[in-house]
């Protein structure tokens, strides 16, 4: 465990991420299909995606009769990074990103990173022996996923402010149950 | 949630039954996936198409209903959008009906004829209907007074929306006619008011969600009264009205020995003609020299429950129900089925690829169906049945041979079927089933009266009524709340009516044996027990809901009071298709307390669901009941039938 005031000292704090309020999440996959577009390699709407058959790096689970949304997490200590025997997962210092694409070192599909994600966010791409995640839109403002949610299940912003969302909920219901 | 006795993995099992959970191994240890697959494979399940707020009808589309829209582009509520889509399904079910009751009025008209192999089965009700549509019954023929009530029927469909409907003032209650004339629900020929409620469904032209579901409600009583009425009115008089016979059901009646003919869909006629002519000497030596012990024809779906009624008149020989919609699959994946005839409703496209994989032939055998992958169409004419019978027997022997000379369908080659005659997977379950329920069966069970069963429930011996219809629906498990419901309401005295695939749910789980008296409630047992009856009472397909509302209709005419004040209600706990959706709304418009399962795509308007499940009880008398847990939702209307008892001083 890093201490507290080493986090302050970097850029992490006022990062922000798409966070996942599973509650709110109604199953329509419209994430699914918007990253799917975004990843296109033409049309990079949800039309294009479907068009291209491009692989989405989000998923909607079923759990229970109910639907999780699920993506990377773009950990601060990435599990997949660690154990990339190639060094294609690595992590953006600048954005934070985590991501097998785009860096000096190919990824030969060994699967290790899905092995060590404790969170099953990393998978096999579908047509290439690579593997697959969320990049988390480096080139968009808001990542598709996000954007694209009417459920607001999946929000893009500060992942403190998300905590003092939940912070603030809790002290209403512990008001409410005094 | 499975009943299914086979092991302790309850929760895992897809079925209540035993039969399909084994059917599903099966099928999934030879790598062919089936309906509890897919399912599977299709989840999570868009929220917005489930509450109904997903709205497709333009090209602006698809709009979607959320905190952040709560307006479609065109300006749509959530409201408008709902009532719009549960408008839309009633319509597609009302559709499916008249086109069901325009081929009865033809077969009625042929056979008075003398054109088809049917004989007038039941005169004394064409008698009594004519009579009522005021033709003059005196002195004239049976084939005269068939031709004249074939035309007026007809006239019904097609009458103008503005002109009422003959069949309705003919048969409902007249204070339920008070009711719909104060609503302006009075509906006039079914086809007009199909036409009117797709032209206000359309986009833009009628918004107001109330009158779209007022106009539901005139478009399901159009159903009820020549859709589901008229139509069992009109088969009862070609085919005869079903007499209490003794059936069986479940895979296990297949015998592999034989020539195995399934009938499936909803429409009884060509199943009945291939049932008399499978009788044939001729056509059965035909099976001898193939090398078959015999011709036998099954039932599946609602068609199957057609014959099985009316196996003590024209479908005498019918060798037992095999499944119902969820489980269609498995009737090919025995290996043991010659030809799957597809009449019109409820042939998934999943027969096709299944059919791939087995011996069977699929034929369709109505000019509507067709699936891709099946070339073979024998498309019902009356004048010709008697010659498409024969041919069907004959394509089925054929393929009997083929069955026999080791084929395992298209995707055989090579595979792991591997060669010569494969056995079929045949689990070995079959239930003994009393059918044949209708007014007419059960007042001649009590000795030509309804006073005993009258008696029985104003005493308490029985506390009430409620009819299980409707679909079956993988939602909750395969039978699984159905047979819940059922066995909670009989444990609790309430007599149960069924009708369409609940009918084989509770077939196959034995609940229409009359030995199942052993699972009800002390006063439900003992009246079961002394009448010789089964606590479930099998009535029919689903157009047989007709059949259970004018039982309830003469129930309410005995008592001297409206429907609504009888201490019954309807459950169609495991819905599916549009059809039932129509029924539904037929039951809240008719005075009853209607459970449905699973909600219908209407959550998602405040509005919508208030009318319906709340509202409406006031204006019609009827409402919905949106309980999902079986035992609750029994309790609910268990309480719903004791208060009205009380109401009624019983």
Not at chain 2, 134 to 139: D, E, F, H, T, Y
Not at chain 2, 322 to 340: K, M, S
């Given at each position: 465990?890093?201490?507290?005031?080493?986090?302050?000292?970097?850029?992490?704090?006022?990062?922000?991420?798409?966070?996942?309020?599973?509650?709110?999440?109604?199953?329509?996959?419209?994430?699914?299909?918007?990253?799917?577009?975004?990843?296109?390699?033409?049309?990079?709407?949800?039309?294009?995606?479907?068009?291209?058959?491009?692989?989405?790096?989000?998923?909607?689970?079923?759990?229970?009769?109910?639907?999780?949304?699920?993506?990377?997490?773009?950990?601060?200590?990435?599990?997949?990074?660690?154990?990339?025997?190639?060094?294609?997962?690595?992590?953006?210092?600048?954005?934070?990103?985590?991501?097998?694409?785009?860096?000096?070192?190919?990824?030969?599909?060994?699967?290790?990173?899905?092995?060590?994600?404790?969170?099953?966010?990393?998978?096999?791409?579908?047509?290439?022996?690579?593997?697959?995640?969320?990049?988390?839109?480096?080139?968009?403002?808001?990542?598709?996923?996000?954007?694209?949610?009417?459920?607001?299940?999946?929000?893009?912003?500060?992942?403190?402010?998300?905590?003092?969302?939940?912070?603030?909920?809790?002290?209403?219901?512990?008001?409410?149950?005094? | 949630?499975?009943?299914?006795?086979?092991?302790?993995?309850?929760?895992?099992?897809?079925?209540?039954?035993?039969?399909?959970?084994?059917?599903?191994?099966?099928?999934?240890?030879?790598?062919?996936?089936?309906?509890?697959?897919?399912?599977?494979?299709?989840?999570?399940?868009?929220?917005?198409?489930?509450?109904?707020?997903?709205?497709?009808?333009?090209?602006?589309?698809?709009?979607?209903?959320?905190?952040?829209?709560?307006?479609?582009?065109?300006?749509?509520?959530?409201?408008?959008?709902?009532?719009?889509?549960?408008?839309?399904?009633?319509?597609?079910?009302?559709?499916?009906?008249?086109?069901?009751?325009?081929?009865?009025?033809?077969?009625?008209?042929?056979?008075?004829?003398?054109?088809?192999?049917?004989?007038?089965?039941?005169?004394?009700?064409?008698?009594?209907?004519?009579?009522?549509?005021?033709?003059?019954?005196?002195?004239?023929?049976?084939?005269?007074?068939?031709?004249?009530?074939?035309?007026?029927?007809?006239?019904?469909?097609?009458?103008?929306?503005?002109?009422?409907?003959?069949?309705?003032?003919?048969?409902?209650?007249?204070?339920?006619?008070?009711?719909?004339?104060?609503?302006?629900?009075?509906?006039?020929?079914?086809?007009?008011?199909?036409?009117?409620?797709?032209?206000?469904?359309?986009?833009?032209?009628?918004?107001?969600?109330?009158?779209?579901?007022?106009?539901?409600?005139?478009?399901?009583?159009?159903?009820?009264?020549?859709?589901?009425?008229?139509?069992?009115?009109?088969?009862?008089?070609?085919?005869?009205?079903?007499?209490?016979?003794?059936?069986?059901?479940?895979?296990?009646?297949?015998?592999?020995?034989?020539?195995?003919?399934?009938?499936?869909?909803?429409?009884?006629?060509?199943?009945?003609?291939?049932?008399?002519?499978?009788?044939?000497?001729?056509?059965?030596?035909?099976?001898?020299?193939?090398?078959?012990?015999?011709?036998?024809?099954?039932?599946?779906?609602?068609?199957?429950?057609?014959?099985?009624?009316?196996?003590?008149?024209?479908?005498?020989?019918?060798?037992?129900?095999?499944?119902?919609?969820?489980?269609?699959?498995?009737?090919?994946?025995?290996?043991?089925?010659?030809?799957?005839?597809?009449?019109?409703?409820?042939?998934?496209?999943?027969?096709?690829?299944?059919?791939?994989?087995?011996?069977?032939?699929?034929?369709?055998?109505?000019?509507?169906?067709?699936?891709?992958?099946?070339?073979?169409?024998?498309?019902?004419?009356?004048?010709?049945?008697?010659?498409?019978?024969?041919?069907?027997?004959?394509?089925?022997?054929?393929?009997?041979?083929?069955?026999?000379?080791?084929?395992?369908?298209?995707?055989?080659?090579?595979?792991?079927?591997?060669?010569?005659?494969?056995?079929?997977?045949?689990?070995?379950?079959?239930?003994?089933?009393?059918?044949?329920?209708?007014?007419?069966?059960?007042?001649?069970?009590?000795?030509?009266?309804?006073?005993?069963?009258?008696?029985?429930?104003?005493?308490?011996?029985?506390?009430?009524?409620?009819?299980?219809?409707?679909?079956?629906?993988?939602?909750?498990?395969?039978?699984?709340?159905?047979?819940?419901?059922?066995?909670?309401?009989?444990?609790?005295?309430?007599?149960?009516?069924?009708?369409?695939?609940?009918?084989?749910?509770?077939?196959?789980?034995?609940?229409?044996?009359?030995?199942?008296?052993?699972?009800?409630?002390?006063?439900?047992?003992?009246?079961?027990?002394?009448?010789?009856?089964?606590?479930?009472?099998?009535?029919?397909?689903?157009?047989?809901?007709?059949?259970?509302?004018?039982?309830?209709?003469?129930?309410?005419?005995?008592?001297?009071?409206?429907?609504?004040?009888?201490?019954?209600?309807?459950?169609?706990?495991?819905?599916?298709?549009?059809?039932?959706?129509?029924?539904?709304?037929?039951?809240?418009?008719?005075?009853?307390?209607?459970?449905?399962?699973?909600?219908?795509?209407?959550?998602?308007?405040?509005?919508?669901?208030?009318?319906?499940?709340?509202?409406?009880?006031?204006?019609?008398?009827?409402?919905?009941?949106?309980?999902?847990e079986p035992k609750a939702a029994a309790a609910a209307m268990i309480e719903h039938i004791e208060a009205k008892r009380e109401a009624l001083g019983l």
């Amino acid at each position: 465990m890093k201490p507290a005031r080493e986090l302050k000292a970097g850029c992490l704090l006022g990062m922000r991420r798409v966070m996942i309020d599973a509650g709110k999440c109604n199953g329509c996959m419209t994430c699914v299909l918007a990253c799917a577009g975004a990843h296109a390699a033409n049309d990079k709407s949800i039309i294009g995606g479907m068009m291209e058959k491009t692989p989405p790096r989000i998923q909607v689970l079923p759990v229970k009769g109910r639907a999780v949304p699920l993506l990377c997490l773009h950990c601060e200590e990435p599990a997949c990074v660690d154990a990339c025997m190639t060094g294609a997962m690595r992590k953006d210092p600048k954005s934070g990103l985590v991501s097998n694409e785009g860096g000096e070192q190919a990824c030969v599909g060994c699967w290790m990173c899905i092995m060590a994600c404790p969170y099953g966010a990393v998978r096999q791409h579908p047509d290439k022996k690579v593997a697959l995640k969320c990049d988390g839109c480096p080139d968009r403002e808001v990542p598709a996923c996000a954007a694209a949610c009417p459920m607001d299940a999946l929000i893009w912003g500060e992942v403190d402010d998300f905590a003092a969302g939940r912070a603030m909920k809790t002290a209403l219901a512990l008001l409410e149950g005094a | 949630m499975s009943i299914c006795r086979t092991c302790h993995a309850v929760d895992r099992c897809p079925s209540a039954h035993r039969s399909t959970n084994e059917m599903y191994e099966y099928c999934r240890s030879q790598g062919i996936p089936t309906i509890f697959d897919r399912y599977q494979s299709q989840q999570p399940q868009c929220g917005f198409g489930m509450q109904g707020i997903c709205c497709q009808l333009c090209s602006h589309g698809p709009c979607r209903i959320t905190h952040r829209a709560e307006r479609g582009i065109c300006g749509a509520t959530a409201d408008t959008i709902a009532a719009r889509n549960l408008l839309r399904l009633a319509v597609h079910g009302a559709a499916a009906y008249s086109h069901h009751l325009e081929e009865a009025i033809d077969t009625l008209k042929a056979t008075a004829l003398g054109s088809t192999p049917f004989r007038i089965g039941d005169s004394q009700k064409l008698q009594e209907v004519a009579m009522g549509f005021g033709i003059n019954v005196a002195g004239q023929s049976e084939r005269e007074l068939a031709l004249q009530l074939a035309d007026r029927l007809l006239a019904d469909m097609h009458k103008a929306s503005r002109e009422p409907l003959t069949s309705l003032s003919l048969l409902a209650p007249p204070s339920r006619r008070e009711v719909w004339a104060k609503l302006g629900v009075i509906p006039g020929g079914i086809l007009s008011e199909i036409r009117d409620a797709l032209t206000k469904s359309m986009t833009s032209i009628n918004t107001d969600p109330v009158d779209l579901l007022l106009t539901a409600v005139r478009l399901a009583l159009a159903t009820g009264y020549l859709g589901l009425m008229g139509t069992i009115t009109v088969q009862d008089i070609v085919l005869g009205s079903p007499a209490l016979t003794e059936s069986w059901a479940d895979l296990g009646v297949i015998d592999p020995e034989k020539v195995n003919i399934v009938a499936h869909g909803h429409v009884p006629f060509v199943g009945t003609a291939v049932i008399q002519a499978s009788r044939d000497p001729e056509i059965l030596s035909w099976a001898k020299e193939a090398g078959a012990k015999g011709i036998n024809v099954y039932g599946s779906m609602c068609t199957g429950q057609e014959l099985m009624q009316r196996s003590a008149a024209s479908a005498g020989g019918f060798a037992g129900q095999l499944a119902n919609w969820i489980a269609q699959e498995y009737i090919i994946a025995t290996g043991a089925v010659d030809l799957v005839m597809m009449d019109m409703n409820c042939s998934i496209p999943a027969l096709s690829t299944i059919a791939e994989h087995f011996p069977t032939r699929l034929v369709s055998v109505d000019k509507v169906v067709r699936l891709p992958g099946v070339s073979e169409h024998v498309d019902y004419a009356p004048e010709q049945v008697a010659a498409q019978a024969r041919e069907l027997i004959r394509m089925a022997i054929e393929a009997y041979r083929r069955r026999q000379n080791g084929y395992r369908g298209l995707g055989s080659q090579g595979n792991h079927h591997g060669n010569g005659r494969p056995a079929p997977y045949l689990p070995p379950y079959k239930a003994k089933v009393l059918a044949g329920f209708g007014l007419e069966s059960i007042s001649r069970a009590f000795g030509g009266s309804l006073e005993p069963l009258l008696a029985a429930i104003a005493d308490g011996t029985i506390r009430g009524v409620v009819a299980v219809v409707g679909c079956t629906n993988n939602r909750n498990g395969h039978d699984t709340t159905g047979l819940a419901i059922m066995q909670e309401l009989i444990k609790n005295n309430v007599l149960v009516i069924s009708a369409g695939c609940m009918s084989s749910a509770a077939e196959i789980e034995s609940l229409m044996d009359p030995a199942a008296e052993a699972r009800c409630g002390a006063g439900l047992s003992r009246f079961c027990r002394e009448a010789g009856i089964p606590p479930v009472l099998n009535f029919g397909s689903c157009v047989d809901i007709g059949r259970i509302v004018l039982a309830v209709t003469r129930l309410a005419a005995l008592l001297n009071v409206d429907p609504s004040r009888l201490p019954v209600a309807v459950s169609a706990p495991e819905y599916l298709e549009q059809k039932a959706v129509a029924d539904g709304i037929f039951a809240v418009a008719f005075g009853l307390l209607t459970h449905l399962g699973p909600v219908p795509p209407v959550a998602g308007s405040s509005l919508v669901t208030r009318v319906l499940t709340e509202d409406i009880e006031g204006l019609l008398g009827g409402k919905v009941l949106l309980e999902q847990e079986p035992k609750a939702a029994a309790a609910a209307m268990i309480e719903h039938i004791e208060a009205k008892r009380e109401a009624l001083g019983l």
